[in-house]
């Protein structure tokens, strides 16, 4: 009975159960706005803390600078140590190249001789 009785009366107030959904998700929306001003304030905030700390340590001595360019200067000789290995393990690998190829020759050349030689002899 009672049931029956709401449907019929929504039927009846249509238009005031869609006004309260409607004010119901306005405010919800309004809740969730708030909430994710308020952190991103929280956040603007701590970031400034963290600005203003480092304004601090500007004029501190700072090693860390001094530490990478000591490290930039050991990988940029450690660079040019391999760039040196690595153009005389080239050079080495091509005069093992060309030592392998005349080598190559010099013995086809004796194949060549040994074969005439045998042409000579049997005939």
């Known amino acids: 009975m009672k049931v029956t009785t709401s449907v019929a009366s929504l039927e009846k107030n249509q238009y005031f159960v869609v006004f309260l959904l409607t004010c119901l998700i306005l405010v919800g929306r309004l809740i969730v706005d708030y909430f994710s001003f308020k952190s991103r304030e929280l956040l603007n905030l701590a970031d400034d803390d963290f600005?203003?700390?480092?304004?601090?340590?500007?004029?501190?001595q700072n090693t860390d600078i001094a530490n990478v360019m000591a490290t930039l200067t050991k990988t940029q000789q450690q660079l040019?140590?391999?760039?040196?290995?690595?153009?005389?393990?080239?050079?080495?690998?091509?005069e093992a190249i060309k030592k392998l190829l005349s080598l190559q020759h010099e013995l086809d050349e004796a194949k060549a001789d040994i074969d005439i030689l045998n042409k000579i002899t049997i005939n």
Do not use: G, L, W
């Open 80 to 94: 040019a140590d391999s760039k040196a290995r690595e153009k005389k393990v080239s050079a080495e690998k091509n």
């Open 51 to 60: 600005v203003n700390a480092r304004d601090d340590q500007k004029f501190a």
